[in-house]
């Protein structure tokens, strides 16, 4: 089946330094989401890209969605303590199935 | 608050007993999705129910755990004889149309599910 692998699984940085978690699928995608969970709380959807090769930009937050669609990746630039927290891609292959999650990466920033 | 809905938002509950958690999607939308989440994991796909029916249940284990989605009233997941594995948190989501194809799905607060 489809599998959905994210790298990489935790990432301490410094406050104001960038991080970049990457997304890979054993399968070509037809959309890929990104969500953010909070400590304690639920997924929150981020954004979704559909088409290859796309980058779209939420202010410090760069995604981009590979050529082959089959790998993605979210882009933080000059992180805040506002930004902790864990980045989950998810992945559809358009054969009906669901929505297949990554395994997230734990993000955590030291003011 | 039109948002997803679920409650208990935690359950505690002894060997052996059953756990029924509950979610009510967001007004208008006709698609849900349970999801369960190990501590320190992904999210990992249950079933997904529109109303009245079981669209995919490959997610489900094959024992103990029901899903259903009736015309009136909220989703319910339903776990009988609950084991210690099965301390997790369940989430619920729901989509105004089939969510795997480019519709977002919006996600509840959770149920946290602690096994005795």
């Known amino acids: 089946g489809q599998q959905v692998m994210q790298i990489p699984q935790y990432q301490h940085v410094q406050e104001g330094e960038d991080f970049t978690t990457y997304c890979n699928s054993s399968?070509?995608?037809?959309?890929i989401q990104w969500y953010k969970q909070r400590p304690g709380g639920h997924p929150v959807f981020l954004i979704q890209?559909?088409?290859?090769?796309e980058v779209k930009k939420q202010k410090r937050l760069t995604f981009q969605f590979g050529e082959a669609k089959k790998n993605s990746s979210l882009h933080i630039t000059a992180t805040q303590t506002t930004d902790v927290g864990t980045y989950f891609c998810?992945?559809?292959?358009?054969?009906?199935?669901?929505?297949?999650f990554g395994g997230g990466t734990r993000l955590m920033v030291k003011p | 608050n039109a948002g997803v809905m679920q409650n208990p938002r935690h359950l505690v509950r002894r060997r052996g007993q059953e756990a029924r958690l509950r979610c009510s999607p967001m007004k208008g939308h006709s698609h849900v999705y349970w999801y369960r989440q190990l501590p320190e994991e992904g999210l990992k796909f249950m079933v997904y129910l529109q109303k009245e029916n079981i669209i995919d249940e490959s997610g489900m284990p094959k024992e103990r755990f029901s899903a259903e989605f009736p015309k009136e009233g909220p989703s319910i997941l339903r776990i009988q004889q609950v084991v210690r594995g099965d301390s997790a948190a369940y989430f619920c989501?729901?989509?105004?149309?089939?969510?795997?194809?480019?519709?977002?799905?919006?996600f509840g607060p959770g149920t946290r599910l602690l096994v005795l």
């Open positions: 890209l559909v088409k290859s090769g």
């Open positions: 399968t070509t995608l037809s959309n």
């Open positions: 989501a729901s989509s105004l149309t089939p969510g795997h194809r480019r519709e977002t799905q919006y």
């Open positions: 998810a992945g559809n292959n358009n054969a009906g199935n669901m929505l297949t």
